[in-house]
């Protein structure tokens, strides 16, 4: 069999783009050790060019943030006809928005804390005060501000005094404009991946996530030692299957494909609730999916080498 040629996308011009091209060395050097032949291509004004030229057997996108999930990236795959690993165009412009997200899992008969969001131009259309009050009143506090898009939970805030509410707004407007405004769940807080085996979708041992700070934010999500890690999670059998199920319909009733990390929070009273999904999930050193993919008893090299074989026979 003639060695297969990878294009490895990281990088980009989101937010997200360090931790993106981290993903990307680190799944380049693991697809090698398989035996594939990889280039490592950012998304910038060559890549079409790159991608006309250097015909790819399969390109993998491990981009986080903006081009890379939102399926700007995947539709231009699809029109040049390059066969790649990861969720559709189509199934990118599903997930990647969060309350359309929890809508759908909500639909579906899934807990997801409650929410609200609203965009910039509300607040200043309305008086910001008096729509920040009625937040309070609706979801009560503590509660969580993110973006309705993005990832690597930068923008994020846990709000526990209302005072601190304009301040908190004003950040994560830096990172969108618009707002996702969530009620605090307290819980075990898990990342639950999904590989696609076998013409199935399967959940990996889930990673129980404990942050030093009490909050898994951006800085404890890629700074080593401010997170403690255990996988699989401190669950009981019944909570861990329950968990895995999420995944396993959110990869599903979102259009999910080959790859996927669902959110959840698992409360004091063994409810499981439904945060977000990853679509291009993160792959550094302090990433729960290769910690999964390793308890799994596989090697993040074979599950994306897998992948990569199975793209290229889908767009056969």
Known sequence: MAERTVAVLAGGLSHERDISLRSGR???????EEGLAVEEWDTDAGLLERLRSGSPDAAIVALHGGEGENGSVQTVLEMLGVPFVGTSSQGCRRAWDKPTAKAVLEKAGFATPD?????????????????????????????????????SALGMQVVRDAAELPAAMVNCFAYGDTV??????????VAVAVVERDGAAEALPAVEIVPESGIYDYTARYTAGLTDFFTPARLSDELAKAV??????????????????TDAMV???GTVQFLEVGLSPGLTETSTVPMAVE?????????????????????E
């Open 267 to 269: 409360s004091p009273d």
């Open 26 to 32: 680190r799944l380049s050097a693991a697809l090698r």
């Open 115 to 151: 929410w609200v969001v609203l965009p910039h131009s509300t607040f200043r259309e309305l008086g910001a005060q008096g729509v920040l009050d009625a937040m309070v009143e609706r979801l009560g506090l503590p509660l969580i501000l993110k973006p309705d898009q993005g990832g």
């Open 180 to 189: 996702l405004a969530e009620r605090f769940v307290d819980g075990v807080e």
């Open 295 to 315: 308890a799994s008893g596989a090697s993040l090299g074979a599950v994306f080498a897998d992948l990569v074989d199975k793209a290229i026979k889908r767009a």
């Open 244 to 261: 895995g199920e999420l995944a396993v319909a959110a990869h599903r009733e979102l259009g999910l494909r080959d790859i996927s990390r």
